[in-house]
């Protein structure tokens, strides 16, 4: 297995698992197929067997020169102990490093315990949000009304 960019293609495979990675909560309506199309160079995604395990979609600030941001990262759940979430975060550092930028940003939901961790251990800082939710710095309506965030930064 090998990291590789995504392409246009690859939009469908990863579409279709989306949601079931996510047990059930309707994600995919947040992946459109655009990332697919524009950020190839800066998106990535792991197979076996044709199957996708794992990607990551991200790219480089228009408006912040020197940031880049993970839009999102999924990881087959038969696999999440196998250190793909962390070898594609790293693959997009090396690659948006060389590009000129020092800062990653990414955001999660309050809920998703296991990807507030997951950020923590791999080094980002919690930036200060509006209110605290079980001890967590959140954004109140950082993508809509209700639609609370944890905002992170790293640099890199």
């Not at 949601?19 to 995604?45: A, E």
């Amino acid at each position: 297995m090998q990291i590789r960019n995504v392409q246009e293609q690859d939009y469908l495979k990863v579409i279709t698992v989306l949601n079931d990675w996510w047990s059930g909560r309707q994600m995919s309506d947040m992946l459109p197929k655009l990332f697919f199309i524009h950020f190839q160079s800066t998106s990535f995604i792991v197979e076996e067997n044709g199957e996708v395990i794992a990607f990551l979609i991200g790219f480089l600030s228009q408006t912040l020169p020197g940031e880049a941001y993970i839009h999102f990262v999924g990881v087959h759940p038969d696999k999440r102990k196998d250190g793909w979430g962390r070898e594609l975060y790293h693959h997009f550092f090396q690659t948006v490093k060389q590009k000129g930028c020092d800062t990653i940003r990414c955001i999660t939901s309050p809920v998703n315990k296991g990807s507030i961790s997951f950020h923590t251990k791999l080094g980002f800082a919690i930036e200060k949000g509006d209110k605290i939710v079980d001890g967590i710095d959140v954004s109140s309506n950082y993508d809509g009304k209700g639609n609370d965030r944890v905002i992170f930064v790293k640099q890199i």
